[in-house]
């Protein structure tokens, strides 16, 4: 900051030495000796250097502040519904994957795996909504038995939260007659 007493003519913004990008949410309280910068609404995309430049009529001084900003994520939590599924051979199974969303207008990226097995059953169908991601099979073999992870990314956050799928043989019934022995 200039010298005390000095005359402020100009504060300039600088975000990793270039003009402070117009997408950077910001408020700036500026006091007669001191300047407070607060950015708004944070994301990966805000990290970097900051630095405030102030320019005095004293003599032509200017002098400079710079921090880093180093943006931290917020956990990424999912809920998985339901957590445990029975259905006979050849049901019908749907299983949603939710993410509370900490940074507004972000995404997370989400992917199904099952567990022992790196590829998913031929019939499963996955699909992304804005609220999270649907995995459906439409109908079920046993092969498809097991606990199923739904994996979630948005940014540094990493999170995975599995449901259990049991599926059970055909109910078969049997219809005997009266057997009459001559």
């Not at 001191?34 to 405030?52: E, F, I, K, M, R």
């Not at 956050?157 to 259990?164: D, H, L, M, R």
Request: charged content about 15%; hydrophobic content about 40%; overall charge negative.
């Amino acid at each position: 900051m200039p010298p005390f007493g000095a005359r402020l003519l100009s504060r300039q913004l600088l975000f990793n030495y270039n003009a402070l990008p117009g997408n950077v949410q910001h408020e700036l309280e500026e006091g007669p000796l001191s300047s407070t910068l607060s950015v708004l609404g944070t994301s990966a995309g805000n990290q970097g250097l900051y630095t405030c430049v102030a320019n005095s009529a004293v003599r032509s001084m200017s002098s400079s502040s710079t921090s880093f900003v180093n943006v931290i994520d917020p956990p990424l939590l999912l809920s998985v519904e339901p957590t445990f599924l029975r259905v006979l051979v050849g049901g019908g199974v749907v299983l949603k994957c939710t993410a509370q969303q900490p940074c507004l207008g972000s995404q997370p990226a989400f992917q199904w795996s099952r567990q022992g097995r790196k590829a998913l059953s031929s019939q499963a169908k996955i699909e992304t909504k804005d609220d999270g991601s649907v995995l459906k099979i439409d109908h079920v073999t046993r092969d498809d038995d097991g606990v199923y992870y739904c994996h979630a990314a948005l940014y540094s956050s990493v999170a995975e939260s599995a449901v259990e799928l049991r599926v059970d043989g055909k109910l078969q019934l049997y219809l005997f007659s009266d057997i009459s022995v001559l």
